[in-house]
């Protein structure tokens, strides 16, 4: 049974930075793709980055290229998401998933319970 688990949310102000983790049970996940995204209140889920299992061709949102860096530690079984120069419309809760990879939500299988990211101004 695959198990994501995220942590490492919380509140910063306007400026700050975060490092979301995500540790991954449950299978071997070669051959499959990590991503984070992310729900505001009252808005749709949306994508934020995804990363393949080799570490390699991360890819963003528009919103959050440049401030956000994406990576996986195969060792670890672990995806994280570095997050600067955060913004309030940064503010959301955050999933991380694994799947066959993309920035839409159906490319995506299994899903963690969420971490809280509130930015202040």
């Known amino acids: 049974q695959v198990q994501l688990v995220e942590s490492g949310g919380g509140l910063v102000q306007a400026g700050g930075s975060l490092r979301l983790s995500c540790v991954a049970s449950?299978?071997?996940?070669?051959?499959?793709?990590m991503g984070w995204f992310r729900q505001a209140p009252g808005k749709e889920r949306e994508f934020v980055a995804a990363?393949?299992?080799?570490?390699?061709?991360?890819y963003y949102a528009d919103s959050v290229k440049g401030r956000f860096t994406i990576s996986w530690t195969n060792a670890k079984n672990t995806v994280y998401l570095q997050m600067n120069s955060l913004k309030p419309e940064d503010t959301a809760v955050y999933y991380c998933?694994?799947?066959?990879?993309?920035?839409?939500?159906?490319?995506?299988?299994?899903w963690g319970q969420g971490t809280q990211v509130t930015v202040s101004s």
């Open positions: 998933a694994t799947g066959r990879g993309g920035s839409s939500m159906s490319g995506y299988q299994h």
């Open positions: 449950g299978r071997t996940f070669s051959n499959y793709a």
């Open positions: 990363i393949s299992w080799s570490g390699i061709n991360p």
